[in-house]
C-alpha cells in the first residue's frame, strides 16, 4: 500500500485533531517551504564548504533562517572497520581518569555517494527517492539496497504475517533467506539466543527504527506497522507477574517472540516485561515509543481508523494512567530504576533520567493528537496538558546546562530552605566532576543526565538530547545549543562514528560503584561510552548530517552492521557487538530517506506548541546575595 503524501498543520501541530476532517488545506505548501528551504541549504553548504573538516554553519552562510527544515538523521556509527588495534595511533587504548582525552581530529575520506546524493537532492523531485543509493558496500550493491535486503531477512512472521523484525542476524557470515530464519528460530524457540548471534526476540524499541523505515519508503510498507502495534497492545493486556508481583495494566512488553507450542502444535507468543532481562527492570520507554510509532503511522498513512479503535484508544490510556497517577511526586518527572530503557543495565541512571523524561514528553505531546475525547478522554487530556508544561518548565530550567549555567552551579550557595531558593535541589558545588569544566564549551550546551536531591549526573546522555529535540521539549536555543555542542566537541562525542551513548565513560572506583564491575560496560564500551548507531538529530545544519553519513558510509556495511563500536574514538567493532543488528541497519535507511526525502521529516518530528508556556531561563542569583 503506497501512502498519500505527509501533511502537516501549519504552525503548532500539538492542536491536531485525531479526525482527517480538522486537516487545514494549506498543508500542502508547508511541505514546499521545507523542501524549497532544504534545497538552498543543501546548495549554501555546497558551495561554501570543501573541507569536511571544517565547520560552518548554513544559517551563516546563506543569511537564511532554517527553522522549519526540521533536519532531522538518524546517525550511524561506523569505524576503521577489522584491522587490528594499532596502539600509539591516535585511537588509544582508553585510558584516561577524568574523560576529557583522546580527542583526535578524524580525517574525514571524501565519500563519493553522499556528495553525489545531496547534490541530485536539488535535481531530485521530492519523493523520487527509492530504494538505491548510499555508497556502496564493496561487492558493487549500493548501501541502501544491502540495508533493505538485510531488513527484510529480519522480518519475523505470525500465523503468516510480519509482526516485527529479529533484533540481530548474526550468522557468522552465513546468508540466511528470512524464511529459513523465521522457520529455523521459530521451531527451535528455545536455543540460546545469544550465543547463536541471532537474538530471536522482537525488541520493542528496537522496532521502532525499522517501522520508520517501512512507512518513509517510497512504496510505504504499513502493514508490518499496524502488525506490530496491534499484536504489542495485545500483550499489553496479559497478566504481567514477576514472582509474586504484578506489573501495572499499561506495561507494554520489552519484547516479544514467536515460538512453536509443541504440545499444541501452533505458534504462539511469549513476551518479556523486564521478567527475563537483566536486573529484572520493566522497560519503561516501550510504551512512550509504542505512542510515538502510532503517531508516526496515523500521520504517514492518515489511516485514523487505526488510532481510534476502542482497544487502542484504551492500550494509549493504560500507558498514560501509569505515568499520569497522583502519589508522592514532588517533580513532574517520572521516577525510574536503572536499567528501564535503552541502556537496559546498570549504568547509575536510576531518578530522573533524561531519556525517560524526554520520551514520557514525546508521548504525551502524540497521545494529545491521537486521544478522542469521548468519554474519559476530555479530563485524560486536561492532566496531559498540564503535564505537559510542567514536564517542559522542568526539564529545561533545570536539566539545561551551558558554560553559564554550570559558572552559576559552581558558585551556588547552600542549605537554602525557603521558597526563593535559587538551589533548588540542594545541589553541593564540589560534586561537580572536574571533567565537565574542561568538557562545557563557551558555545553549546546540552541537558544532563539525571537531576534530583543533592545529585545532578552531568554526563552527556544521547538519546534523552536527540529525543528532547526531536520532540521540542528543548526550546529552539537549547536545540541550537545542543548541535553547537556537538560541533565544538565533534573529537569527544563523535570521533570516528556517530555517536557516544554516554560520555565521558565511567572508570575505575566510579565504574566499580556505579555499575558494580560489569564487564560488559567496561569504559568506552557498549552503554559506558560506546559509540550507537542511531542518533536522531533535528537541526537547520545539513553538514553535520553529511559529514555522519559520511563516516558511517566507510565503515558500517564493510563492518557487517555491528550493534556498536567500542573506544575514545568509536574506531573499534564493539567486544560483544553483534552484527547485522537491525536497527543498525535501519537507522542507515531512515537517515537516507529522510535525508533524501524532507518530507520524512514531517512522520517522526512535532512542531513546536507555542501554547506549553516557555520557561523564564532565570540564572542563578544566589552568589550575588
Ligand atoms: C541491548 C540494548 C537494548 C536493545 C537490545 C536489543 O540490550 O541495550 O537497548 O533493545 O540490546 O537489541
Same mark, same amino acid.
Not at 137 to 165: C, I, P
Not at 395 to 407: A, G, K, S, V
Not at 452 to 458: E, N, Q, V
Not at 496 to 524: F, S
Given at each position: 500500500?503506497?501512502?498519500?503524501?505527509?501533511?502537516?498543520?501549519?504552525?503548532? =501541530?500539538?492542536?491536531?485533531?485525531?479526525?482527517?476532517?480538522?486537516?487545514t488545506?494549506?498543508?500542502t505548501?508547508?511541505?514546499e517551504t521545507v523542501?524549497?528551504?532544504?534545497?538552498?541549504?543543501?546548495r549554501?553548504v $555546497?558551495?561554501t564548504?570543501?573541507?569536511p573538516?571544517?565547520h560552518t554553519?548554513?544559517?551563516?552562510?546563506?543569511?537564511r533562517?532554517?527553522?522549519?527544515v526540521?533536519?532531522?538523521t @538518524?546517525?550511524q556509527?561506523?569505524s576503521?572497520?577489522?584491522?587490528p588495534?594499532?596502539?600509539?595511533?591516535?585511537?588509544?587504548?582508553?585510558?584516561n581518569?577524568? *574523560?576529557?582525552?583522546?580527542?583526535?581530529t578524524?580525517?574525514?575520506?571524501?565519500?563519493?555517494?553522499?556528495g553525489?546524493?545531496?547534490?541530485?537532492?536539488?535535481?531530485?523531485p521530492?519523493?523520487?527517492?527509492?530504494?538505491?543509493?548510499?555508497?556502496?558496500?564493496?561487492?558493487?550493491m549500493?548501501?541502501m539496497?544491502?540495508?533493505?535486503e538485510?531488513?527484510?531477512r529480519?522480518?519475523?512472521y505470525?500465523?503468516?504475517?510480519?509482526?516485527?523484525t529479529?533484533?540481530a542476524?548474526d550468522?557468522?557470515?552465513?546468508?540466511?533467506n528470512?524464511?529459513?530464519v523465521?522457520?529455523q528460530y521459530?521451531?527451535t524457540?528455545?536455543?540460546?539466543?545469544?550465543?547463536?548471534?541471532?537474538?530471536?526476540?522482537?525488541f520493542?524499541?528496537?522496532?521502532?527504527?525499522?517501522?520508520?523505515a517501512c512507512?518513509?519508503?517510497?512504496?510505504? =510498507?504499513?502493514d508490518?506497522?499496524?502488525?506490530f502495534?496491534l499484536?504489542?497492545?495485545h500483550?499489553q493486556?496479559?497478566?504481567?507477574?514477576?514472582?509474586? $508481583?504484578?506489573?501495572?495494566?499499561?506495561?507494554?512488553?520489552?519484547?516479544?517472540?514467536v515460538?512453536?507450542?509443541?504440545?499444541?502444535?501452533k505458534e504462539?507468543?511469549?513476551?518479556?516485561f *523486564?521478567?527475563?532481562?537483566?536486573?529484572?527492570?520493566?522497560p519503561? =520507554?516501550?510504551?512512550?515509543?509504542?505512542?510515538?510509532?502510532l503517531?508516526?503511522?496515523?500521520?504517514?498513512?492518515h489511516?485514523?481508523s487505526?488510532?481510534?479503535?476502542p482497544?487502542?484508544q484504551?492500550?494509549?490510556k493504560?500507558?498514560?494512567?501509569?505515568?499520569?497517577?497522583?502519589? $508522592?511526586d514532588?517533580?513532574p518527572t517520572?521516577l525510574?530504576?536503572?536499567?528501564c530503557?535503552?541502556?537496559?543495565?546498570?549504568?547509575?541512571i536510576?531518578?530522573?533520567?533524561?531519556?525517560?523524561?524526554?520520551?514520557?514528553?514525546?508521548?504525551?505531546?502524540c497521545?494529545?493528537?491521537?486521544l478522542?475525547?469521548?468519554?474519559?478522554?476530555?479530563?485524560?487530556?486536561?492532566?496531559i496538558d498540564?503535564r505537559?508544561?510542567?514536564?517542559?518548565?522542568?526539564?529545561q530550567?533545570?536539566?539545561?546546562?551551558?558554560?553559564?549555567?554550570?559558572?552559576?552551579?559552581?558558585?551556588?550557595?547552600?542549605?537554602?530552605?525557603?521558597?526563593?531558593a535559587?538551589?533548588k535541589?540542594?545541589?553541593?558545588?564540589?560534586?561537580i566532576?572536574?571533567?565537565?569544566?574542561?568538557?562545557?564549551?563557551?558555545?553549546g550546551?546540552y541537558f544532563?543526565?539525571?537531576?534530583?536531591?543533592?545529585r545532578m549526573?552531568?554526563?552527556?546522555?544521547?538519546v534523552?538530547?536527540c529525543?528532547?529535540?526531536?520532540?521540542c521539549?528543548?526550546t529552539p536555543a537549547?536545540? @541550537?545549543?545542543?548541535?553547537?555542542?556537538?560541533?565544538?566537541r565533534?573529537?569527544?562525542?563523535i570521533?570516528e562514528?556517530p555517536?557516544?551513548?554516554?560520555?565521558?565513560?565511567?572508570?575505575?572506583h566510579?565504574w566499580?560503584?556505579?555499575?558494580?564491575?560489569?564487564?560488559k560496560? @567496561?569504559?568506552?564500551?557498549?552503554?559506558?561510552?560506546?559509540?550507537?548507531?542511531?542518533?536522531s538529530?533535528k537541526?537547520?545544519?545539513?553538514?553535520?548530517?553529511?559529514?555522519a553519513?559520511?563516516l558511517?558510509?566507510q565503515?558500517?556495511?564493510?563492518?557487517g552492521?555491528?550493534?556498536?563500536?567500542?573506544?575514545?574514538?568509536?574506531?573499534?567493532?564493539?567486544?560483544?557487538?553483534?552484527?547485522?543488528?537491525t536497527?543498525?541497519i535501519?537507522g542507515y535507511?531512515v537517515?537516507?530517506?529522510?535525508?533524501?526525502n524532507p518530507?520524512n521529516?514531517l512522520i517522526?518530528?512535532l512542531?513546536?506548541d507555542?501554547?506549553?508556556?516557555?520557561?523564564?531561563?532565570?540564572?542563578?542569583?544566589s552568589?550575588?546575595?
Amino acid at each position: 500500500m503506497s501512502r498519500p503524501p505527509v501533511l502537516e498543520i501549519a504552525g503548532d =501541530d500539538s492542536q491536531q485533531k485525531t479526525s482527517p476532517y480538522n486537516l487545514t488545506p494549506t498543508e500542502t505548501e508547508n511541505l514546499e517551504t521545507v523542501a524549497e528551504a532544504w534545497k538552498h541549504v543543501i546548495r549554501d553548504v $555546497f558551495s561554501t564548504r570543501t573541507d569536511p573538516n571544517i565547520h560552518t554553519n548554513a544559517e551563516d552562510n546563506s543569511g537564511r533562517t532554517v527553522d522549519n527544515v526540521n533536519i532531522k538523521t @538518524t546517525l550511524q556509527s561506523c569505524s576503521n572497520g577489522g584491522g587490528p588495534a594499532i596502539y600509539g595511533d591516535s585511537e588509544v587504548v582508553p585510558n584516561n581518569s577524568n *574523560g576529557g582525552g583522546g580527542k583526535t581530529t578524524s580525517v574525514l575520506k571524501p565519500s563519493p555517494s553522499v556528495g553525489i546524493s545531496l547534490e541530485n537532492l536539488l535535481e531530485v523531485p521530492i519523493g523520487s527517492s527509492g530504494k538505491n543509493g548510499g555508497a556502496e558496500n564493496g561487492s558493487g550493491m549500493s548501501m541502501m539496497d544491502e540495508a533493505w535486503e538485510q531488513l527484510s531477512r529480519s522480518y519475523v512472521y505470525f500465523k503468516g504475517q510480519r509482526v516485527g523484525t529479529l533484533a540481530a542476524i548474526d550468522t557468522g557470515g552465513e546468508t540466511l533467506n528470512y524464511n529459513q530464519v523465521a522457520q529455523q528460530y521459530a521451531v527451535t524457540p528455545y536455543i540460546s539466543c545469544f550465543s547463536s548471534g541471532v537474538r530471536i526476540q522482537v525488541f520493542v524499541r528496537d522496532f521502532v527504527p525499522c517501522g520508520l523505515a517501512c512507512l518513509m519508503k517510497t512504496d510505504a =510498507d504499513v502493514d508490518i506497522v499496524k502488525n506490530f502495534l496491534l499484536k504489542t497492545l495485545h500483550l499489553q493486556g496479559w497478566e504481567k507477574r514477576i514472582d509474586n $508481583f504484578t506489573l501495572g495494566e499499561g506495561v507494554m512488553p520489552a519484547s516479544f517472540k514467536v515460538i512453536q507450542d509443541p504440545d499444541r502444535q501452533k505458534e504462539v507468543l511469549q513476551a518479556d516485561f *523486564g521478567g527475563t532481562a537483566i536486573g529484572r527492570v520493566a522497560p519503561v =520507554d516501550s510504551g512512550f515509543w509504542w505512542i510515538i510509532l502510532l503517531r508516526s503511522y496515523t500521520k504517514c498513512t492518515h489511516d485514523y481508523s487505526l488510532s481510534e479503535l476502542p482497544e487502542v484508544q484504551r492500550g494509549m490510556k493504560l500507558i498514560l494512567n501509569l505515568c499520569l497517577s497522583d502519589g $508522592f511526586d514532588t517533580f513532574p518527572t517520572l521516577l525510574c530504576a536503572d536499567g528501564c530503557s535503552m541502556i537496559d543495565r546498570r549504568m547509575g541512571i536510576y531518578g530522573y533520567p533524561i531519556e525517560i523524561q524526554a520520551l514520557f514528553f514525546f508521548a504525551l505531546r502524540c497521545a494529545r493528537q491521537l486521544l478522542k475525547p469521548e468519554h474519559d478522554g476530555k479530563e485524560l487530556i486536561e492532566r496531559i496538558d498540564k503535564r505537559i508544561t510542567a514536564l517542559s518548565y522542568h526539564i529545561q530550567n533545570y536539566y539545561w546546562l551551558d558554560f553559564t549555567q554550570l559558572n552559576n552551579i559552581y558558585r551556588y550557595k547552600t542549605e537554602e530552605y525557603s521558597h526563593t531558593a535559587v538551589n533548588k535541589f540542594n545541589v553541593i558545588p564540589e560534586s561537580i566532576p572536574d571533567w565537565v569544566f574542561e568538557f562545557m564549551p563557551l558555545r553549546g550546551g546540552y541537558f544532563i543526565g539525571n537531576v534530583s536531591p543533592a545529585r545532578m549526573d552531568f554526563r552527556w546522555f544521547l538519546v534523552g538530547n536527540c529525543i528532547a529535540i526531536l520532540s521540542c521539549l528543548a526550546t529552539p536555543a537549547q536545540a @541550537t545549543a545542543v548541535m553547537d555542542l556537538i560541533e565544538e566537541r565533534w573529537a569527544d562525542l563523535i570521533g570516528e562514528m556517530p555517536l557516544k551513548i554516554a560520555y565521558p565513560a565511567l572508570e575505575g572506583h566510579q565504574w566499580r560503584i556505579v555499575t558494580g564491575c560489569d564487564p560488559k560496560n @567496561t569504559r568506552w564500551s557498549y552503554h559506558n561510552g560506546g559509540s550507537w548507531p542511531a542518533a536522531s538529530i533535528k537541526t537547520g545544519r545539513p553538514q553535520i548530517a553529511k559529514r555522519a553519513i559520511e563516516l558511517v558510509e566507510q565503515r558500517l556495511a564493510k563492518d557487517g552492521w555491528p550493534e556498536y563500536y567500542d573506544g575514545i574514538s568509536g574506531r573499534y567493532i564493539g567486544k560483544q557487538a553483534r552484527k547485522y543488528q537491525t536497527w543498525s541497519i535501519t537507522g542507515y535507511l531512515v537517515a537516507k530517506l529522510m535525508i533524501e526525502n524532507p518530507s520524512n521529516l514531517l512522520i517522526i518530528s512535532l512542531e513546536e506548541d507555542k501554547k506549553i508556556a516557555k520557561p523564564k531561563l532565570t540564572r542563578s542569583a544566589s552568589w550575588t546575595c
